[in-house]
Nanobody
């Protein structure tokens, strides 16, 4: 089973940038869709961005309204890695960020990584 490992989180000031990486232990073509979800403190997990990774229709993206224009999801097939470039970060972006992969639904998850945005 392909495993996912997130990296790149940490503490950043409001207005700053971070890039999260999600490295897969095998080919990302195992998954039709990969994405980033987040869980803010005391709240439910929510979708941030997803990208199709299929050979035929790969590269299509969807974003939550709250991050459109600030976050960019991308993938590097050769490195079996998916990225989340986050810019203009806000305190409300503080959350544990999870990388996921799956068919129609994401059913394989990393352990998550904390992003803290200070005001």
């Amino acid at each position: 089973q392909v495993q996912l490992v997130e990296s790149g989180g940490g503490l950043v000031q409001a207005g700053g940038s971070l890039r999260l990486s999600c490295a897969a232990s095998g080919s990302i073509f195992t998954f039709n869709v990969m994405g980033w979800y987040r869980q803010p403190p005391g709240k439910q997990r929510e979708m941030v961005a997803v990208i199709t990774s299929g050979i035929i229709s790969g590269g299509l993206t969807t974003y939550a309204d709250s991050v459109k224009g600030r976050f960019t999801i991308s993938r590097d097939n050769a490195k079996n890695t998916v990225y989340l470039q986050m810019t203009s970060l806000k305190p409300e972006d503080t959350a544990v960020y999870y990388c996921g992969g799956g068919g129609a639904d994401l059913d394989t998850w990393g352990k998550g990584i904390l992003v803290t945005v200070s005001s």
